[in-house]
């Protein structure tokens, strides 16, 4: 089977400091070592990302900020950009839209990572969604089509020399529903690494990096070809 055309400049949204590296770094990664341009938008500071009452919402997001940066920088990615809404709070308003437009039209990014908005809950795993990630894929959809390429959207951006771009395709993050798949068997000890920068999340950080393993190994069997570990996504391409 010939394999798809890798992506030239990738934009990976997360709600989350962690989000981007759970969902998608080994994918990232393989990519940034093909040659592509990597950029990471986190939409809030993660300050609600603690049970410990006694660490300050400031001092957990400047822990965080850390956190994702060392992620980044491990696996190459060329810069991250925090938003800084605050944690649990994220509402898909006509600010947040005009924030990730400009980062679109700055960039211009080839291809856009976020999660699924339809993904509210999983019976399989028995979780439910967080409702900033929900959030998070619903205003980044729509940053990409209509605002990110329509000229009328955000006339201000015009005036900063954002000019209109149109992003070739989406890749969706959802576990339960995916049409697209990347072998990500030689980059899956890059992504353990880049989930371990996250210690204030995982007080167990082995266990839950064997959970990934074991989703990316179920992945892994649906791919075509299949492969020992995978990453999968559902994959809309833009016209």
């Given at each position: 089977?010939?394999?798809?055309?890798?992506?030239?400049?990738?934009?990976?949204?997360?709600?989350?400091?962690?989000?981007?590296?759970?969902?998608?770094?080994?994918?990232?990664?393989?990519?940034?070592?093909?040659g592509?341009?990597?950029?990471y938008?986190?939409?809030?500071?993660?300050?609600?990302?603690?049970?410990?009452?006694?660490?300050?919402?400031?001092?957990?997001?400047?822990?965080?900020?850390?956190?994702?940066?060392?992620?980044?920088?491990?696996?190459?990615?060329?810069?991250?950009?925090?938003?800084?809404?605050?944690?649990?709070?994220?509402?898909?308003?006509?600010?947040?839209?005009?924030?990730?437009?400009?980062?679109?039209?700055?960039?211009?990014?080839?291809?856009?990572?976020?999660?699924?908005?339809?993904?509210?809950?999983?019976?399989?795993?028995?979780?439910?969604?967080?409702?900033?990630?929900?959030?998070?894929?619903?205003?980044?959809?729509?940053?990409?089509?209509?605002?990110?390429?329509?000229?009328?959207?955000?006339?201000?951006?015009?005036?900063?020399?954002?000019?209109?771009?149109s992003?070739?395709?989406?890749?969706?993050?959802?576990?339960?529903?995916?049409?697209?798949?990347?072998?990500?068997?030689?980059?899956?000890?890059?992504?353990?690494?880049?989930?371990?920068?996250?210690?204030?999340?995982?007080?167990q950080?082995?266990?839950?990096?064997?959970?990934?393993?074991?989703?990316?190994?179920?992945?892994?069997?649906?791919?075509?070809?299949?492969?020992?570990?995978?990453?999968?996504?559902?994959?809309?391409t833009?016209?």
């Amino acid at each position: 089977m010939k394999s798809a055309p890798s992506p030239k400049t990738i934009l990976a949204v997360g709600a989350h400091p962690d989000d981007i590296d759970i969902g998608c770094s080994g994918s990232i990664s393989k990519w940034i070592k093909k040659g592509a341009k990597a950029y990471y938008l986190v939409l809030t500071d993660g300050s609600k990302g603690s049970e410990d009452p006694k660490i300050s919402h400031q001092k957990l997001t400047k822990l965080r900020h850390a956190e994702q940066k060392k992620s980044a920088n491990l696996i190459g990615v060329s810069r991250v950009f925090f938003l800084d809404f605050v944690d649990g709070e994220l509402e898909n308003t006509l600010k947040l839209r005009q924030k990730i437009v400009k980062i679109i039209r700055k960039i211009k990014p080839t291809t856009v990572i976020c999660f699924d908005p339809t993904l509210v809950y999983d019976g399989q795993r028995q979780f439910i969604n967080h409702p900033d990630h929900r959030v998070c894929g619903q205003a980044t959809l729509d940053a990409v089509f209509p605002y990110a390429r329509n000229i009328r959207s955000f006339p201000e951006l015009l005036t900063e020399g954002l000019e209109p771009h149109s992003v070739q395709e989406v890749l969706l993050i959802n576990f339960q529903k995916q049409n697209f798949y990347v072998d990500i068997t030689s980059n899956m000890d890059l992504k353990m690494a880049a989930i371990g920068c996250h210690q204030s999340q995982f007080p167990q950080m082995e266990k839950f990096q064997q959970r990934i393993k074991a989703f990316a190994q179920t992945y892994g069997i649906k791919a075509k070809p299949k492969a020992k570990y995978a990453e999968g996504f559902f994959k809309i391409t833009l016209r």
